[in-house]
């Protein structure tokens, strides 16, 4: 977490909060290698939760043009787009899926 919500995490969630982004290149590598999105995502959640976080308050692929929720990982760009809570704050990341 890079943000001015640094501010609300005391210093053990500040150290818990590195797992959004660890969470995510996971997420997104297990779908390159063919894992579907529910599952990817399942196991992404199941990270956050277990590493700190309070909720997921969504994790979902999205086209990186059209921001249409995808249920597979097509030919175009996608984007992994994350919220989640720890401690007061409420943090939110993407990253970018390359297509296959």
């Known amino acids: 977490a890079m ?5 609300y995490l005391s210093p053990e ?3 818990n909060a ?3 982004p660890n969470a995510m290149r996971e997420a997104i590598a ?3 290698s063919g894992t579907s ?3 990817a995502l399942t196991a992404l959640e199941e990270a956050l939760l277990s590493s700190g976080f309070a ?3 969504y994790a ?4 990186a043009d059209t921001l249409d929720l995808l249920s597979s990982l ?3 760009p996608a984007r992994l787009l994350v919220a989640a809570r720890i401690g007061k704050a409420r943090l939110i990341d993407n990253m970018a899926i390359s297509p296959a």
């Open 3 to 7: 943000s001015s919500r640094n501010a």
């Open 30 to 32: 297990a779908m390159s």
């Open 13 to 15: 969630e500040r150290k």
């Open 60 to 63: 979902e692929v999205r086209d």
């Open 74 to 76: 097509a030919a175009t």
């Open 37 to 39: 999105p529910g599952t």
């Open 55 to 57: 909720s997921v308050d």
């Open 18 to 20: 590195v797992a959004l």
